[in-house]
């Protein structure tokens, strides 16, 4: 219960995991900047899985979530509830700008520890690590989740699926002429 219910307001959480879609600023156009500049390397083996989330379904949840009885002080996982094989996915998105895969691959420890030096020295020179440890997990891990209690008592369904909301989103990118 967070501290907002304890003083008797109604709440709801939700949280949706990697949201993507018209314009996306974080997930997608990162790493495309990334592949365009040669610094991206697969991490693992690429057969990871990973739940991702389209900004319409995100949308959904939440106008589900202001009109559902009764959930009050719940929390809810928002996913569009495909698992997707990450790597693929990422070439997809490269394939459709043009931009080669990743040549390298490297474990998912050594990708750890050059995220652990990039964030020391991000500390001293105060710009932003161009890897993290947490994307570094995000790029190697599987993680997928469970929306049933999302589907239970919100009823909640994605309405957009990833393939179409990739479209969606890569059209948008290209009009958007992403550097």
């Known amino acids: 219960m967070n501290a907002a219910s304890r003083q008797g307001l109604e709440t709801v959480i939700l ?27 697969q991490i693992g083996d690429g057969k990871n899985l990973v739940d991702l ?26 996913t569009n509830d495909e698992h997707v094989r990450l790597w693929a996915l990422l070439r997809q998105v490269l394939d459709h700008f043009g931009v080669p895969p990743p040549a ?23 710009r ?24 239970r008592y919100l009823g909640y369904a994605p309405i957009v699926s990833v393939a179409e909301g990739l479209e969606r989103t890569l059209n948008n990118m290209d009009s958007d002429h992403v550097a």
Do not use: C
């Not at 993507?20 to 974080?26: I, V």
């Open 15 to 41: 949280r949706p995991k990697a949201i993507f879609g018209p314009g996306d600023t974080a997930l997608l156009p990162r790493i495309l900047a990334a592949a365009k500049a040669g610094r991206l390397v």
């Open 53 to 78: 989330t389209y900004v319409d379904n995100v949308v959904h949840a939440i106008l589900l979530a202001i009109a559902a009885p009764g959930v009050g002080g719940r929390t809810f996982i928002i």
């Open 104 to 126: 390298r691959r490297i474990s998912p420890r050594l990708a750890l520890f050059a995220a652990l030096l990039m964030e020391a020295w991000a500390r001293v020179d105060g």
């Open 128 to 151: 932003e690590p161009a890897l993290t440890r947490y994307s570094a997990m995000v790029l190697a891990r599987t993680q997928t989740y469970d929306i049933s209690a999302a589907r």
